[in-house]
């Protein structure tokens, strides 16, 4: 009975085994039939020219090397379909690329790889370029060739196919079975033959996003099976051979192919490789990337092998062993241009569209042209044109570079051994189209792989180059400011007052105010640049001047009671409703820091005002940090009125087109804005005083820079800023505990920008003569565009290197050197006649307010009255002399003297001397006399900054009718 069933149980191992042999045969010769059929018939299509010469990659890469060498021109050319997108999932079964690639690329000595970023226009700006040097089989070494093969392809020479079904079907039930104990699907791995990868190498493509693949399923895995066997029917093993050793095999950091590899690690070509050099480049492939202590290990695993490959002794594999201990790599130098901060804002929103356009994690590391070892840095050819205008990037890169920052520096301390290498004196600088918030102009410190660190990350306090402007221009625009109204900052305010404060004193001199109305006990102590007061003066005038104490007091005023039915009530409200800040249901009022704080939120994308700034009035003066970029992005509102709600991230407003590989990238953005203030024409004041603040340095030679015509969006201002000291300086150690601070500068600009412009600044750089003709070079720009741009700055203050700590000091040349070179002249335009109006219209006791008592008694202040008139005084520039006729005597008289004389009503405690110069002056005997008087009438102190300086002014012409 049992033996029986013994003899049953083999009978059917024996049908299943048979059975089993012939599945797998049947299987073998089915594929193999499908599979050759198929070989043939791509044979067939090629030789009718039906197979593809612009498919994939390959062919893309072929095509371009062939054009750019045929132009004398090393960039990248388009191939005719560039403008037909590729899909990300391939519908091409019936779609090869021609088999005549493989004769291409053997033909092909050198290649080019070109990372290309151009201006708007197409102007080149930089670009990491390499050669790649391609070679024949001849030129390895018999180790390196014969190791190679042993260990990556042992049946290369003698399989009858281009693939080995044997391997084939292991991987695929190794994948398989990890698949089922996994759950999760696995692909077959380790089973390609040289042919096969050669194979897979022509069928990659760029995806619509940007990403070079080979598509991973079991149809694409049949396509490379039937496209190895037909370059198996077409070419020799040692063609294909060929095409590995120069495209399949990457060390990573921009090498491709043996020959670059070799010198690139090692400083020789292949055939002069040591031979523990040749076994490391043959291990090499499994990985291409250079991982030494892998490779060495695998090696040393392979060594009985190779020793019995190549009839090694003991004594030779203890000695090879050796060398591959000892092997030692040259360093690689980067291939980054010294302005690679562009190449940084070029490959970050690169990255940031490849998300968008929904690439993994995974995918866009290979993308990252900050790493060597991507893909887009072995394969890529693409070029990115930013919205940059190469004329603006250029003239900003040469005035930075002539300004004197500190340079990169060693340093060293006593107590420590290691030189230190520093970056130098920190600065960024940021221009922007203040009409559609694109960038224009980048220069940094940053480089290549810093992530934009000066542009997005660093965040340092804006005070009064951001924050005072914002606030006056919030407190005109909802009435709380009147465009004429004048303020002073020496007098103290009662308990009862929103902004109460008081004086407090440094060696019994008053040196500021102290706020108390803050949550602090001591209160908030606040004092004017060099402990001054400015006095009585137009508010646009304290605020062009950054006067702390005012911006401090208008932050107090902003702070509004929501409860209240009033104008100002409802004017907050229509702004959160404009910015889509909601405040807490229970909100009963909004401070201005809170107010100041959701315009920041809104920048940001949040529907609330940011936290911790409910009583924080130190915000007038810059505690809340901003980065360079939220920086321009907020000061551009006093431009066009808009907040772009997360600006950093729309790649639109810094990259106009992408092209890889020849082919277009689609990407686009849904940009949000929200208005801010009700009208632009209620912040004028803040415009005429920062328009002020740009004339300040006489110097500058400005003047002539005023605004012509009546357009809403108005041009030419600027504000600067100057931190408290909180960072150390570059050129200490680090264990120095000096600080220093930072300066800051924002300006709106007028520029006109031309085709000459265009051939000036090109005119010394070699990048754009190598890539362009220089000839018809104008015409790739308007003859003339007008353009309205915003600029940031922010830097170290460093008196060694740049002078003065403040704001205008460090950067206000920019703007200057800017306007000079592109500017429109405009002599007397809106801000001359604006202000020449706000003056007019306001009443002289508005203007000239004193409050100290007049110290004329009565009967005369009354007398001053009558003799002074009651018509408008004169113009101070119509203010004269006239001599006699009779003698060399001079008079002051008619309507001269009465302008003058009014003046005396507003002199306050310096009104009698005041008076009694005038009538000394009224009847001068001659004009050394005449000047000795004027001069003490200027010495006077009035203490009202608007009636000093139209004293000033009539004194000046007084002057020149002398002469």
Known sequence: MKKSKIHTFLIILLIFSLSAVAIFIGALFLIQLHINSGAKRLVVLEKEGKLSKTYGYVWQEINATKQMAESFKEIIISSEDSQTEIPYTSNTDNEFPSLSAIAELNALKNIIKNIQINDRNGIILAQIQSTQTCINISNLNEILLKSLIETEDRHFYTRKHAWDFNALLRATLKAAVKSIFTRKLHYPRGSSTIHMQVARFLLMQYDSRGYAYA??????????????????LVYTNDDILTVYINHCVSAGRGMLGYYDISTGLFGVPPERLTIPQSLYLARLVKWNRQVPVRIIAQIKASMPSLANLFSWNNEEVKAIEAGLDTLTFRQQKPQIPSNSYLIDLANEYWKKICRKNGMPDKEIAEMDIADPESMIRRYGNISINLTIDYRLQKKLERIVAGRGFGPDTTIRTGTMKDSIRVAGQYYAYALMDAKSNKLLAYCSRDMLGSRLQSLHVNKHPNGSSLTKPILYALAYDLGIYQPSDAA???????????????????????????????????????QNFSHRFDGYDFLFNHLSRSNNILAVETMYRLSTDLQENSERTRDIKKLLERLAIKLPVKSKQITGPQLYSSLVAALRGHSAPLKSYEQNYSVAL?????????????????????????????????????????????????????????????????????????????????????????DEHLSNFAKSGTTDDIIRPFNVAPIDTSRTSFGLWNAVLRLRLTGKDLIREAAHDSIVKKNHDMHTIAGTVPAEEILDITLAATGECNSHYTGERDGKTLHGYVSRELLHAFGIPCSSGFYTAYENELL?????????????????????????????????????????????????????????????????????????QYHTLLEKLKKSDDSQQARNTISQILAIDTGNQILKRDLQQACTSLLNSLD
């Open 488 to 526: 002073t900052d020496d007098t103290e305010s009662g308990d009862t007052c929103e902004w109460s404060r008081s004086l407090f004193y440094e060696n019994k001199i008053p040196a500021g105010m102290i706020y108390h109305n803050v949550p602090e006990k001591k209160g908030y102590q606040v």
């Open 840 to 912: 007019n219209e306001t009443e002289a006791k508005t203007k000239y307010a004193n409050q100290q008592e007049s110290d004329l008694p009565f009967l005369s202040r009354a007398l001053i009255r009558l003799k002074a008139g009651i018509s408008k005084p004169g113009s101070l520039d119509e203010i004269r002399f006239e001599k006699s006729r009779t003698d060399a005597s001079i008079r002051l008289k008619g309507k001269s003297y009465r302008t003058m004389l009014k003046f005396t009503s507003y002199m306050g405690a310096n009104a009698q």
């Open 215 to 232: 598509e991973k399923s079991i149809r694409r895995k049949i396509k490379e099976l039937k496209l190895a066997e037909a370059l198996r």
């Open 622 to 710: 810059g505690t809340l940090e901003l980065s360079l970029y939220e920086q321009i992005s907020l000061f551009n509102v006093l431009y066009n009125n808009r907040i772009i709600i997360k600006p950093s991230e729309m790649p639109s407003l810094f990259v106009k087109t992408i092209k890889i590989a020849g082919k277009d990238i689609s990407f686009r953005d849904t940009i949000t804005s929200r208005q801010v203030f009700s009208s632009l024409q209620t912040v004028q004041p803040v415009h005429l005083g920062l328009h002020k603040r740009l004339l300040s340095n006489p110097s500058d030679r400005l003047q002539r820079f005023d605004i012509c015509g009546g």
